[in-house]
Every structure is written in C-alpha cells, then in structure tokens.
C-alpha cells in the first residue's frame, strides 16, 4: 500500500505559506522602489529567511528526510551584518494561528540556530529514500519588481514525486481574471492576491487562497481542455536569458497559436497551466550544456501532471529526478495537456531540428 502523503502535503502547505509571509515582508520593507536593480540583499535576505523557515517546518516533521536546497550558510557566517539582517526578519515571522505555527516548530530560538538551519540542505538527491527539494524564492527578477515569484516545496521518494506545494503570493486567486491583461505584468494592487497550489501523487492537485494563519479551504484544480490547438495560450518567461523565447514563437507558429504568449516569472507558469489561465509550458535549453536544477521542477511536474496534463523534457522524456540535485538526464521541458501534448513535442523537435 501507497503512504497516503496527506501530512507530508499538509506541513509543506503551512510550510510554504509561512514563508510566503517573510518573503512579503522582506519585499514591502527592502525591494519596493530598489531603484538600483544591483542590490541583491532583498532576494538574498528571502532567500536565506525562507529556507531557514521551511527546513525548521520539514526538520520538525520529519527528521529523518533530506533536503536539496539551493542556499548554505558559510557566505551568511562569513558577513555577521546580513545574518544579523536577516535574523531580524526571520524571528518574528509566525502563522497568526497557533496550533499551525506550533506544528512548524514555532520560532527558531536564536540566530545561530537559524544558520544551522540554513545548512541543512546539503542533500546531494538521488534515486533512494526521502528528499525534499526546496526553492525559498524562484524568480528572482519578478519577485523584485513586484511581478510572479513562487516559494516551492516537493517531496521526492525514491526518484519520485509524491508531494509538492508551490505559493504564489501575486497570483491572482480569481482563475477567472488569471488570463485577462498582463496577468505576469506586474500588479501593484494588493486585492484577491495569493495562491496556495499542492498536489499528492494519484490524488489531484488543488488551490487555495494564501493567508496569513491556518489554510484556507482548498478546491480541485485542472488543465483546461484544449479541443482546437490553436485556441491554446503559451506560459513562458519574461526574461528572455532563461528560455529561448525565438524558438518558442517559431514553435507556436508551427502549431498555428495566434494568443499572445502569458509572461511570468517562475514556477508560477506550472501553477497557472495547472488551473487553466494558460496551457502550454516551454522551457526550450538555451545552452547544450545546462542543465535544469531539481528544485525549479519538482513540485510544479507533480501538480501539472495531477491537474491533467504531462511534463516531459523536449524530447518527450518524463522529467527524471533520481539524478542528484540536476535533471541531468533531461534537456528542456513541455508541459501540456495530455490530449495535446505529443503534437507540442512534434513541434518542438522540428524546430530544433532534434
């Protein structure tokens, strides 16, 4: 019998939606209005500050678990006034209800401990046992200007998914309005903001508004169908650097998609496929020899795949996360309705002529 990974996916919600929190406050307090885009120390400080967070949650839950996270202390040890700065953040950050922020271990009992938290996540993955794989920020550049950024969480099990949980705190909770103007356009305004997606494996992937205290009532959540691929709607991202966005266009083409193309900055394209406001996800290489990291994949594979729809890589390779802390075997990613997904691929493979 399959664990049913329904406490694994609710202490990586509360989890996740606590840390959401520091990353808001870190953002009202250190990145609005960061006239120069040089200064680093808001995403450095959420971060470090969400890492701390989540691996305190997953260490006092399950601590027998790995952890692949993207930080390590050893630059936080070596600068006394960012630790400092960043503890400051970190201690007082708490869910409003009790009994959840109690279930997260409560507060880090002192600087040191936060940093000792921090260094938890050395885990070097791989194929055999329980792996957590943690981004605190992905997205930087959209978490700075105010657009999409996701804190995401998924639990690897002997190279598969089997939970995740990815928070949003820009995304609009109405699915509704999710497609209309510049949805990754940067949004100023505060209202009906913040979604909360997760999945466990085999039994569907949900949503919930982000709050501030114990979760809000969830509801299931699905890909759109897409009877006609040219009706389809591509998600990709804003920066031009982390997809060839070219290839892409040329891609849509082939496929006949006329719909201007949704931009958004991290996992926040697996979550709005997911729900609908959007259907098709490309992150075509850029360079032969990168290769994606666990932690920027995880848990939006598992919720795309439990709404309906297939992740591969370009191609046509389910994402492989048994690897180490890279998709090593992986180039790329499509994700797609099912129903459409080998055309997707089709088009892919011709346009880089693979």
Not at 120 to 137: E, V, Y
């Amino acid at each position: 019998t399959t664990m049913s990974y329904s406490q694994e996916r609710f202490i990586a919600e509360l989890a996740v939606q606590r840390a959401t929190l520091l990353t808001q406050k870190v953002f009202h307090e250190k990145a609005k209005g960061t006239l120069s885009k040089d200064d680093k120390s808001p995403v450095t400080i959420g971060d470090f500050g969400a890492q701390a967070l989540i691996i305190q949650a997953i260490r006092k839950n399950f601590p027998q678990d790995e952890i692949v996270a993207e930080e390590e202390a050893s630059s936080l040890r070596a600068d006394k006034a960012l630790s400092a700065e960043i503890w400051r953040f970190v201690k007082d950050i708490r869910l409003e209800d009790e009994e959840s922020n109690n279930l997260l271990g409560g507060q880090l009992a002192s600087e040191d401990a936060m940093l000792d938290t921090i260094d938890q996540g050395k885990s070097q993955g791989g194929g055999k046992g329980r792996i957590w794989a943690l981004d605190p920020i992905d997205g930087t550049k959209g978490f700075l200007r105010g657009g999409q950024y996701a804190v995401c969480l998924g639990l690897i099990e002997d190279g598969d998914v089997k939970a995740g949980a990815i928070g949003c705190p820009n995304l609009p909770i109405d699915d509704s309005t999710a497609l209309s103007a510049g949805i990754g356009a940067d949004q100023t305004d505060g209202a009906g903001k913040g979604v909360l997606f997760s999945a466990i494996k085999g039994a569907g992937a949900t949503s919930r508004p982000l709050t501030n205290g114990a979760l809000a009532a969830s509801k299931p959540i699905s890909m759109r169908p897409v009877p006609d691929i040219t009706q389809a709607v591509f998600c990709e991202g804003v920066e031009a650097g982390h997809s060839a966005q070219d290839d892409n266009a040329a891609v849509a083409k082939r496929l006949g998609i006329t719909s201007p193309s949704v931009r958004l900055d991290s996992q926040a394209k697996y979550c709005s496929i997911a729900r609908g406001a959007g259907d098709i996800y490309l992150r075509l290489p850029v360079k032969k020899d990168y290769r994606e990291k666990i932690w920027d994949h995880a848990a939006g594979d598992l919720i795309v795949r439990e709404a309906g729809g297939q992740v591969t890589d370009i191609y046509g390779k389910r994402l492989d996360f048994s690897k180490g802390r890279t998709l090593a075997d992986n180039m790329g990613v499509v994700a797609a309705p099912k129903a459409i997904q080998d055309q997707v691929i089709d088009a892919v493979k011709v346009v880089l002529k693979l």
